[in-house]
């Protein structure tokens, strides 16, 4: 996944806010609290919805959302939800692939942009038949003419500095990918793996979409200036950066346009900034499943996804960004997340056709 996300907070509670960071193998992590009225989470007036039963919703292993929005959306349609996690998009999406004749639930989330294509051509998904709210449709996957896959959340992964190293040093600090080549950067970025990870990959399809068939180039430079390819991004950033909390002696380290959000000084500033011409975006989708045994209950999951509710929940509990326009983001995000103006972007129909023969090419490149 993604997202296997995302962000890092180094101030006083870094342990226990780190652990939530990993993408532990869980189907949900509460984070919300079990007490107080309930909220309209779903959309739905309380007791409106006739058919109940359980739906099924099959997601990432990194899927988390407060408990209390599990039971508002409980309480508000009558259904049972039951969710079921599948590894990372990756391995989500094949597994809703290889089961589309006999589908491992009712509605499944976390097929992102760089499997939406594999998802779609595997007739993984039926439409929804709901109203979609301001914004999400700007978050579309392009070429799904039939709104299979709706959009729910959506973040960026960009390059990020060690602003207060850089600092020290008296270095000014990159600001696009051609700058990672300078001799000034030698032996300072560290990347997870693109075979490896879902960052890894998406920094991969951001240098194909800067430097299109000049990409493999690009890559032997930046391995000869140093460049370091680690298996993941939790080893990239808390182990090789310089800001990660440990000892790492690179101040130049792959993450997310949210992370800075996370790395505060307590002074009003931040430590840490995303590099904003280096981003790749990355959006996840959620999906009623074509043969599902709930169709209803699918898509009451995909409208109660797409509410105010889980909009705004949706940076502090699965730390990215939400869809629909309005939401309110949490104060730090809003102060020191910027958004890059136009992300890189390569066509999920490209990435489909050439998923295979990039990876190979680049792990031929780092395995030299």
Not at 48 to 62: I, K, Y
Not at 107 to 135: K, M, Q, W
Not at 339 to 346: N, W, Y
Request: aromatic fraction near 10%.
């Amino acid at each position: 996944m993604r997202r296997t996300a995302f962000l890092p907070t180094l101030k006083p509670a870094l342990a226990t806010t780190l652990g939530a960071l990993l993408l532990s193998s869980c189907s949900l992590v509460g984070s919300g609290d079990d007490d107080g009225s309930a909220t309209d989470a779903g959309g739905a007036e309380p007791g409106a919805a006739e058919a109940g039963g359980t739906v099924v919703l099959v997601t990432h292993d990194s899927f988390s959302l407060p408990k209390k929005l599990i039971k508002d959306f409980e309480a508000d349609t009558g259904y049972d939800l039951e969710l079921r996690s599948n590894g990372d998009a990756g391995s989500l999406t094949s597994q809703l692939v290889l089961n589309a004749e006999n589908p491992l639930g009712d509605v499944a989330f976390g097929v992102d942009n760089t499997f939406g294509g594999r998802a779609l051509e595997g007739g993984v998904f039926t439409a929804y038949d709901g109203e979609l709210p301001p914004g999400v449709e700007d978050f579309a996957l392009p070429g799904d003419d039939e709104g299979a896959l709706v959009p729910v959340d959506n973040g960026d992964v960009c390059v990020n500095v060690d602003l207060d190293w850089f600092e020290r040093e008296g270095i000014a600090p990159p600001e696009d990918l051609d700058d990672l080549l300078d001799p000034a950067y030698e032996d300072l970025f560290v990347t997870s793996g693109a075979t490896t990870s879902s960052p890894g990959f998406a920094f991969l399809l951001a240098t194909i979409a800067e430097f299109g068939s000049d990409w493999q180039g690009y890559w032997e430079d930046l391995l000869a200036n140093g460049a370091k390819v680690v298996r993941g991004w939790e080893d990239a950033y808390f182990v090789d950066f310089t800001a990660g909390g440990g000892d790492g002696d690179r101040p130049i380290v792959l993450s997310y346009d949210s992370s800075p959000a996370f790395t505060t000084d307590g002074e009003g500033g931040t430590t840490t900034g995303a590099l904003l011409q280096t981003c790749f975006e990355q959006v996840e989708y959620v999906g009623a499943l074509a043969g599902a045994e709930n169709p209803e209950g699918a898509q009451a999951v995909i409208a109660w996804m797409l509410s105010e509710e889980v909009q705004a929940a949706l940076p502090e509990s699965m730390y990215v960004f939400p869809v629909r326009e309005g939401v309110e983001l949490p104060e730090d995000w809003a102060r020191f997340a910027p958004r890059p103006e136009e992300p890189l972007a390569v066509d999920p129909a490209d990435i489909e056709a050439n998923r295979d023969t990039w990876l190979r090419e680049w792990q031929d490149l780092v395995s030299r």
